[in-house]
């Protein structure tokens, strides 16, 4: 008895969804970790007195430079994609890399909290300083302490854990 077409047509689709899964968890652990980023940058810049289109727009501002702070509304919105475009990437580097290192997946809330740290350095050491970004890198003792403890756990912990849940589910062969 051959397969009808039908059958065969469901075969693909269910092959195609256990392919998808996977990376399905990475990029929810992205947007998890991209929601919570922007509610604290908004929630703490916002009690030093730092506007929240100012805080959307100086993520902008690594794209267009100083001139993101005249567009008002819009460039606060592209700052706002630009973050979870961003975030969905970190996510993917660290889903990609847990795919080859088990440590990874064995342990995604240490690993992931140590990505987090390792990821505010990259982007306030090496990302900012080649973006347009119209700042520069200086220790301040309240926002980098807080900054490496949001990484850590906000980012880094949800990014883990969803990487986890994406690899190890039945679906993945």
Known sequence: MTPS???????????????????????????????LDIVYAIVFF????????SVLQSIASGLLGPRAYQGGVPTALLGLLLHF???????????????RIR????????AGAAYGIVIYWVMNLIVLPLSAFPGTF????????????VHALLIGVPIGLAS????????RS
């Open 5 to 35: 077409r039908d059958s065969m047509g469901d075969d693909v689709a269910n092959a195609s969804q256990r392919r998808s899964r996977p990376i399905t968890y990475a990029l929810l652990g992205g947007l998890i970790a991209a929601a």
């Open 46 to 53: 916002g009690f030093r007195g730092v506007s929240t289109v």
């Open 85 to 99: 475009i961003l975030m969905l990437l970190i996510a993917i580097i660290f889903f990609l890399a847990a795919r």
């Open 103 to 110: 440590f990874l997946v064995a342990q995604p809330v240490t």
């Open 138 to 149: 200086e220790f301040d003792p309240i926002v980098v302490p807080a900054g490496l403890l």
């Open 164 to 171: 986890r849940a994406g690899l190890s589910s039945p679906s």
